[in-house]
Antibody, heavy 121, light 107 residues
Framework: QVTLRESGPALLPPTQTLGLTCTFS??????????VSWIRQPPGKALEWLAR????????FYSTSLKARLTISKDTSRNQVFLTMTNMDPVDTATYYC????????????WGQGVLVTVSS | DIQMTQSPSSLSASVGDRVTITCRTS??????LHWYQQKPGKAPRLLIY???SLQSGVPSRFSGGGSGTDFTLTISSLQTEDFATYYC?????????FGQGTRLEIK
């Protein structure tokens, strides 16, 4: 059974750096074709893709608009993917999801339950 | 980035109705188009991948069509549990993008 679970702070002051962890089971990020993405959703708004890391050590991709603030990394031995986002602002308040895809043509077939991060002083 | 435009943004329908949601992309994406259903407080659920392929476990009343720049999601006979928000997403580009969503409400 494939599961993903996000963890991180529920509340973060403006200008701070957000650190999120996605812990998964039921698959390996060492398997060819496997990818894990971070996606966020502000309250009442649409989904926004943030970043993706692949089974291949050299492959990581970022949202054009947020690239300067994002870093995605992984620990394949612990089945975890990490996301850091610098200089957080109240507009970054959102539910942050991690999700798995198995290739360019398959979509996100498994999602975590999401973690709501509120940016406020 | 590839822009995704869904229409309508909201839709009222009755149980048993046939409904179609459209997604248009700013450039051709072949069939790298996927559809999701999201209910309040829940993560999205993959319904259709590769424009036309039904994800395992999804009822057959859901179907997808299209290629290139114009795509559709059709629900052949609405059930109570189908009232939700639907999103399209492209994976043609490494910069993945989602549509703005279509909210399907009970009439």
């Amino acid at each position: 059974q494939v599961t993903l679970r996000e963890s991180g702070p529920a509340l973060l002051p403006p200008t701070q750096t957000l650190g999120l962890t996605c812990t998964f089971s039921g698959f390996s990020l060492k398997t060819r074709g496997v990818r894990v993405s971070w996606i966020r959703q502000p309250p009442g708004k649409a989904l926004e893709w943030l970043a993706r890391i692949d089974w291949d050590d050299n492959d990581a991709f970022y949202s054009t608009s947020l690239k300067a603030r994002l870093t995605i990394s992984k620990d394949t031995s612990r089945n975890q993917v990490f996301l850091t986002m610098t200089n957080m602002d109240p507009v970054d308040t959102a539910t942050y999801y991690c999700a798995r895809s198995l290739g360019v043509a398959t979509g996100f077939d498994s999602w975590g339950q999401g973690v709501l991060v509120t940016v406020s002083s | 980035d590839i822009q995704m435009t869904q229409s309508p943004s909201s839709l009222s329908a009755s149980v048993g109705d046939r409904v179609t949601i459209t997604c248009r992309t700013s450039q051709s994406i072949s069939n790298y188009l996927h559809w999701y259903q999201q209910k309040p407080g829940k993560a999205p659920r993959l319904l259709i991948y590769g424009a036309t392929s039904l994800q395992s476990g999804v009822p057959s009343r859901f179907s997808g069509g299209g290629s290139g720049t114009d795509f559709t999601l059709t629900i052949s006979s609405l059930q109570t549990e189908d009232f939700a928000t639907y999103y399209c997403q492209q994976s043609y580009s490494t910069r993945i993008t989602f549509g703005q969503g279509t909210r399907l409400e009970i009439k």
